[in-house]
């Protein structure tokens, strides 16, 4: 079992900015690609932004050039850095991470339980 714990979410105005983290605990032995999902009301789960172990990243064309993803390695962290906030951002935000707890073994894919995001006009 790996726990993800998002955390940064809240109430913002648009045109703001958020920073959402989410950190990764238990018996880990290295994780792979981790990411960022959404749910807004009434929608279905869709990607945000993903970021491989060794820093390669991907956006949703909705998010690219204001979301920018990050982790670190050696806390078991991934970030959101989230600009320019639209009212079309709102949504829960959820941590995701491929994890791997011991050598040669194939990875786990985990979900933490998300944080809120809500953008006012």
């Known amino acids: 079992q790996v726990p993800l714990v998002e955390s940064g979410g809240g109430l913002v105005q648009a045109g703001g900015s958020l920073r959402l983290s989410c950190i990764a605990s238990g018996r880990i032995y290295s994780i792979n690609a981790m990411g960022w999902y959404r749910q807004a009301p009434g929608k279905q789960r869709e990607l945000v932004a993903t970021?491989?172990?060794?820093?390669?990243?991907n956006y949703s064309d909705s998010v690219k050039g204001r979301f920018s993803i990050s982790r670190d390695n050696a806390k078991n962290m991934v970030y959101l850095q989230m600009n320019s906030l639209k009212p079309e951002d709102t949504a829960v935000y959820y941590c995701n991470a491929n994890v791997k707890h011991r050598p040669w073994y194939p990875e786990g894919a985990y979900w933490g339980q998300g944080t809120q995001v809500t953008v006012s006009s």
């Open positions: 970021i491989a172990s060794g820093g390669r990243s």
